[in-house]
C-alpha cells in the first residue's frame, strides 16, 4: 500500500529539482543574452550589410579560438597576479588545413609586434594560425605555435615562423608574470571553431583598455553586392588603443560626452570636473591595437596589402591619430585560391581586377570600424591589479549620445 508521507516527500523532492533545473536555464539564457548585446542591438548606426554572424567567421573555412585567464584579486604580486590576460587564435582555413593564403601586412605605427611578417612579405604567403596575446606573452605563444605545428605535422618547411600579434595589458594584467602557459595555446587552438565569436574581455583582449573604456576582442563582416561579385569581408581586432577624448561612433564625439572614470587617472582619487587626468590622457596612447582582416575574395600578395592599408581608415573612424605610444598592425588574408603554393607548380590562380577591388576597401574600412566598437559594447567593466578599474562603455550613455546628436534611428 503506497505511503502518503514517501509519496509527499517524492513529489516535493521533483519539483524542487525542476525548480532548480529551471533557475539554471534562466540564469544561463539571462547571462549568454547580456553576453551577446552588440552595437547593432543598441541602434549604432553603420554602412554596409553584415554577413549572417556579423563576425570574421563569416568567411568560409575561417576559425576562432581563445583561452581566458582571470584569477586573483588586490595587490600586484609580480608571478602571482591578479591575472587579467590569456591568447586569441585564428586558422585561417581551419584546423584540419595546412594550406597557405595568400597575405599581406601593413604597420600604421610600430611601436608593436607582429612575427613572421618579414616572411610574408618576402613569400606573400601565411602559413598557419595567427595569434593574439599580451605583449610579454609573445615568445612563448610563437613557440607554442610551433610546437603545436610539429605534432600535427602542419610545418610547411623544416622550420616555422608563426605570426604573433600582441597589444599591452600592464594596467590590468600581472603582466610580468608571464601567465599565457603552452597549455593556454594548445587548448586555444585545439578548440578554434567556426560560429559566433566571443567579444569584449575574452581572449588576448581580456585585460585590453579602448579609448578609455574597457575594450577587448571584437569583429565584425560584410557582404558585397552580387554586382561587385558577393565576395565576404570578416575583420577581428584586439583593441587597446585610443583615449577617452578621442572616441567616436557613428560620427559622435561619444567620449567628450561620457568624460567620466578614466583610467590611468590615481586610483582612489576622484577626478575634478575641469582637472586634466594624468597617465595616457596627456601622455598619448599607452595601448595599441592589432587588426586582421579575411576574405574569401580572390586577391594577390600585393592586394592584400592594400587591403590591409584600408584597416587603417576604419580605426580612424573611431577616432584613433595612431599615437607614438600606439602599435597598430594589421594583417590580412584570403581564402580563396587553395593550393596555389602546391609543390612542383606551375598553379593557376585568380584574382580580382584593381578596378573592381574598391568595394573591398570599403568594406574593410565599416568592418573594422564596427569590430572596435563591437569590442566596447560586448566588454564588461573589469579590475585588475592594485584596484585598478576600467568602466564598460555605459550603454545607455552611449544611446543617450547618439540620440543627441541624431544619430539613434527612430524605431519604425
Avoid at 594550406?99 to 599581406?104: K, N
Avoid at 577617452?244 to 575634478?272: F, H, M, S
Avoid at 596555389?340 to 576597401?361: C, D, H, K, M
Wanted: proline share 7%; hydrophobic share 40%.
Amino acid at each position: 500500500m503506497p505511503n502518503p508521507d514517501v509519496d509527499w516527500v517524492m513529489r516535493w523532492s521533483l519539483l524542487r529539482i525542476s525548480l532548480a533545473f529551471f533557475l539554471l536555464c534562466v540564469c544561463r539564457a539571462s547571462a549568454q543574452n547580456s553576453a551577446l548585446v552588440r552595437a547593432r542591438d543598441l541602434g549604432v548606426p553603420f554602412e554596409g550589410t553584415p554577413g549572417p554572424l556579423n563576425a570574421i567567421t563569416d568567411v568560409a573555412g575561417v576559425e576562432v579560438g581563445a583561452t581566458t585567464l582571470i584569477q586573483g584579486e588586490g595587490a600586484l604580486n609580480e608571478g602571482v597576479g591578479p591575472i587579467r590576460t590569456g591568447v586569441t587564435v585564428i586558422l585561417p582555413r581551419g584546423g584540419k588545413s595546412a594550406d597557405p593564403v595568400y597575405a599581406g601586412w601593413f604597420s600604421l605605427n610600430g611601436n608593436g609586434e607582429m612575427t613572421g611578417t618579414t616572411w610574408i612579405e618576402e613569400s606573400g604567403f601565411l602559413e598557419g594560425p595567427v595569434a593574439l596575446t599580451n605583449t610579454h606573452s609573445v615568445g612563448t605563444v610563437r613557440d607554442s605555435m610551433i610546437a603545436w605545428g610539429l605534432k600535427r605535422g602542419a610545418l610547411r618547411q623544416p622550420w616555422s615562423l608563426p605570426v604573433v600579434a600582441e597589444t599591452w595589458d600592464g594596467f590590468l594584467n600581472d603582466i610580468n608574470g608571464f601567465h599565457v602557459k603552452p597549455t593556454d595555446v594548445f587548448a586555444a587552438l585545439d578548440s578554434a571553431k567556426a560560429g559566433p565569436v566571443a567579444e569584449g574581455n575574452t581572449g588576448g583582449g581580456t585585460g585590453m583598455v579602448c579609448y578609455g573604456f574597457k575594450g577587448g576582442t571584437g569583429t565584425a563582416s560584410r557582404v558585397l553586392a552580387a554586382v561587385d561579385g558577393g565576395y565576404k569581408v570578416g575583420v577581428l581586432v584586439q583593441c587597446n588603443c585610443g583615449r577617452r577624448p578621442q572616441l567616436t561612433i557613428a560620427g559622435v564625439p561619444v567620449g567628450k560626452e561620457i568624460p567620466q572614470n578614466i583610467p590611468y587617472a590615481k586610483v582612489g582619487q576622484p577626478l575634478q570636473p575641469d582637472a586634466q587626468p594624468p597617465g595616457s590622457e596627456t601622455q598619448g596612447d599607452m595601448g595599441s591595437i592589432i587588426i586582421v582582416v579575411a576574405t574569401d575574395a580572390p586577391l594577390l600578395p600585393h592586394q592584400l596589402k592594400r587591403i590591409a592599408r584600408r584597416a587603417s581608415l576604419g580605426l580612424a573612424r573611431t577616432g584613433s591619430t595612431s599615437g607614438n605610444g600606439s602599435g597598430d598592425i594589421f594583417l590580412a588574408f584570403s581564402t580563396a585560391n587553395p593550393g596555389a603554393n602546391a609543390t612542383p607548380g606551375s598553379n593557376s590562380v585568380q584574382t580580382v581586377s584593381n578596378e573592381r577591388i574598391s568595394p573591398l576597401f570599403s568594406a574593410t574600412v565599416e568592418a573594422t570600424e564596427e569590430a572596435i566598437v563591437n569590442a566596447m559594447v560586448g566588454a564588461k567593466s573589469m579590475t585588475g591589479i592594485d584596484g585598478h578599474t576600467v568602466i564598460a562603455l555605459p550603454h545607455e550613455q552611449l544611446q543617450s549620445a547618439l540620440k543627441k546628436y541624431n544619430r539613434l534611428p527612430v524605431p519604425e
